[in-house]
């Protein structure tokens, strides 16, 4: 099991924004997770990553905590948008070789195959022409693609995308959901937030409906019925 | 003899060169996370280490150091708690430096032109020991800088993302606060504690206008640092009665226009070069 909530219950105020969370998450599964704004689909994440810590219950992640330093080694994970001040030029290359660090460990230095890596997930998400761009003058489409690239160079155990398809045109959409399908079938567990499953309808495997604290699996054909992307946006 | 050559103007340019290399090194870090006030503070901070060294008797040196750390790891504290989101908490801490560096060194009778050194820098008075630990300090904060590269980058760049990823945050920000210290005691001397964080911003914002990548304005920063020190000595002493230290850092903000114009006109030229 990658991932595991058992009666995981959070919240930011006194109202829980999820409440008696279970789920699982096994390797190789591609999971969209939809919801309205402010359901708690970025929260879900976040206790996954162990940047927040549940008031109840227990999550596992790869067979250990989430704040286990080796444990978050094996994740990648894209925030929704650019978090980054753009004080100073960045290079494409140098955001997702940043995403490499982690995983080399203190001490050690790049090497070939690192930077072969880099180049890897650069080409992956079709930026190869643009790597020495800064990453500031690029679209917000673009920077999307850097930072899905960032998650993407570890060659991680667990993908965790949020919104990763914002910004970034219609056109691209499908390669990137087959790059992150292809990774699902390598064994990785993928886990992309979305307010439009259609991005991930061919590749993914289930759609997990966050709603007033629950999660509930539903189908394209139901998410549409009873989820109108419309009014989540 | 030439005066620009006079060995208490070479010492003075070597100190400044590596003050130059080391300083907007670190500024590089501390400006991609907007922390470029952290450097004053530690630097108002080190003023009272200064005068609670000189009324102890011990090098003015060491105890900017001793208190330019304690300053260091107390503001990393403040930052990470999420106290210092308004510049209230950081204000407080530069003016409690400074008023107890000088109540400190009035009661001994001690606020004189020494204090001013050390305020505003006086390099041509800096002694071989003194070269030698500025030296020590510059190589350990870039030695370090080198070992951690990598690291510092990925949380300068994103700390969530790199905490969420492993790194171990809360180390590197220590790390990082504690260089910035380091620096603060060695640019004492050279542009004064006052001017020291001068160095650590005003040559990265000029690499920030010549690079398209962080290593690149690292590099620009370096040359823009050096340049800025010894042109600035060297201004100083052709016109005689100059402070160094002010010269240095006016120097730095000189280079930072021409680099804003010749920026200015690269970017369009690589505007024109892309769209054809």
Redesign the interface.
């Known amino acids: 099991m990658t991932v595991a909530f058992e009666n995981v219950r959070f919240g930011y105020g006194a109202a829980p924004t999820l409440e008696g969370v279970d789920l699982r998450w096994r390797a190789g599964e591609f999971i969209v997770l939809a919801g309205a704004n402010g359901s708690g689909k970025s929260t879900l994440l976040k206790l996954s990553l162990g940047l927040l810590k549940p008031q109840a219950g227990t999550i596992e992640v790869l067979g250990g905590s989430p704040f286990e330093a080796g444990i978050r080694r094996r994740t990648g994970y894209a925030p929704q948008g650019l978090r980054m001040a753009t004080s100073l030029p960045v290079s494409v290359t140098e955001v997702v070789a940043a995403g490499l660090a982690p995983s080399k460990g203190l001490f050690s230095r790049m090497g070939r195959l690192d930077w072969r890596k880099v180049n890897a997930a650069i080409d992956a998400v079709g930026l190869g022409d643009l790597s020495a761009e800064c990453l500031f003058e690029l679209s917000g489409g673009q920077q999307q693609r850097a930072i899905l690239a960032r998650a993407l160079v570890g060659d991680p155990s667990l993908l965790l995308l949020d919104e990763p398809t914002t910004g970034i045109d219609r056109g691209l959409r499908p390669a990137l959901a087959a790059e992150l399908r292809r990774r699902a079938d390598a064994g990785a567990t993928v886990v992309a937030v979305s307010h439009d499953p259609d991005d991930f309808h061919e590749v993914s495997d289930r759609i997990l409906v966050i709603q007033d604290g629950q999660i509930t699996q539903i189908t394209h054909a139901e998410f549409h019925t009873h989820f109108d992307p419309g009014a989540a946006k | 003899m030439n005066i620009l050559f006079a060995n208490f103007v070479v010492r003075a340019y070597v100190a400044g060169a590596l003050v130059g290399i080391a300083a907007p090194t670190i500024g ?1 870090f501390l ?4 922390l470029s006030l952290i450097g004053d503070g530690m630097g108002h901070l080190a003023f009272a280490g200064v005068a609670i060294g000189v009324a102890l008797g011990f090098s003015p040196v060491w105890g900017a150091l001793v208190m330019a750390i304690l300053g260091a790891l107390l503001l990393e504290r403040l930052r990470a708690r999420g106290r210092l989101s308004s510049d209230l908490s950081l204000a407080l801490i530069f003016y409690f430096g400074i008023a107890l560096g000088v109540v400190v060194l009035s009661a001994t009778g001690k606020f004189n032109a020494t204090a001013f050194g050390v305020l505003f820098g006086s390099p041509f008075s800096t002694t071989d020991y003194e070269l030698v630990v500025i030296l020590a300090l510059c190589i350990l904060v870039l030695a370090v800088t080198a ?2 590269y ?2 510092l ?2 949380v300068a ?2 700390e ?9 945050v809360d180390q590197l920000n220590v790390l990082l606060v504690v260089m910035v210290a380091l620096l603060v005691a060695a640019g004492m001397r050279v542009v004064g504690l006052l001017l020291i964080a001068a160095l650590m911003v005003v040559p ?1 914002a000029t ?2 206008r010549l ?7 690292m590099y620009w920063a370096v040359g823009a640092g050096v340049l800025s020190a010894l042109l600035g000595v060297v201004i100083a002493v052709e016109q005689g009665s100059l402070a160094p230290g002010g010269s240095i850092v006016l120097t730095s903000i000189g280079l930072f226009f021409v680099a804003a114009v010749v920026g200015r006109r690269a970017a369009r030229l690589h505007t024109r070069g892309g769209g054809q």
Do not use: Y
């Open positions: 590089c400006v991609q996370r907007k070992v951690f990598k690291e980058l990925a760049l994103d969530e993302t790199a905490r969420a990823s492993g790194l171990p990265v690499g920030s690079a398209h990548s962080f290593r690149g304005a």
